[in-house]
């Protein structure tokens, strides 16, 4: 974790999110990606959610990935105080097992954007995989680990797609 000039600012709502936000971190971890996490809430901490994202562009922070169950209204109050890219990362909590969470992040008005992923630990890993993409826009080097990603995920399938055919 790099706090001193993190390019990703990871907020979970609560600390019941860690496990699966471990998730995303691996995936930082593995690109080499500098990134915070921190908690914040919407509902239960409002002044803190929303510095943390007034403050996050400041920062040199470019992409904010918000995790939240429930009414999981983080992701949402994160971009209506920032105009950094949110992506959204619902996680599987209550009687509804995230799908509360889903609509919750998903629905958001005109205007204020939040790129939503997969409930969960898929979610988790794609929502850092979805920021390294943003940033690789603007960074060759990143570019070029992702490239090899992409490639060595066709390879595994290709391997496995032989081992299964023969």
């Not at 403050?55 to 040199?60: D, H, L, M, T, V």
């Not at 570019?143 to 290709?158: I, Y």
Request: aromatic share 4%; proline share 5%; with cysteine.
């Amino acid at each position: 974790m790099d706090e001193e000039n993190p390019l990703v600012l990871i907020v979970m709502g609560s600390a019941s999110d860690l496990a699966s936000m471990k998730k995303c971190v691996k995936v930082f971890k593995d690109f080499e990606v500098p990134y915070e996490m921190t908690v914040a809430s919407a509902h239960r901490s409002p002044e803190r959610a929303m510095r943390i994202a007034r403050e996050a562009r400041a920062r040199g922070v470019k992409v904010i990935i918000a995790a939240a169950g429930l009414a999981a209204h983080l992701a949402g109050a994160m971009a209506a105080h920032s105009t950094l890219p949110v992506i959204g990362v619902p996680m599987e909590s209550g009687p509804l097992k995230g799908l509360d969470a889903l609509l919750s992040t998903v629905q958001m008005p005109p205007g204020v954007p939040v790129a939503t992923v997969a409930i969960g630990d898929v979610g988790a890993r794609n929502a850092a995989h979805l920021a390294i993409r943003i940033l690789a826009l603007t960074d060759e080097s990143l570019a070029e680990k992702l490239a090899w990603n992409v490639k060595e995920m066709a390879e595994m399938v290709e391997k496995t797609a032989f081992e299964i055919e023969d």
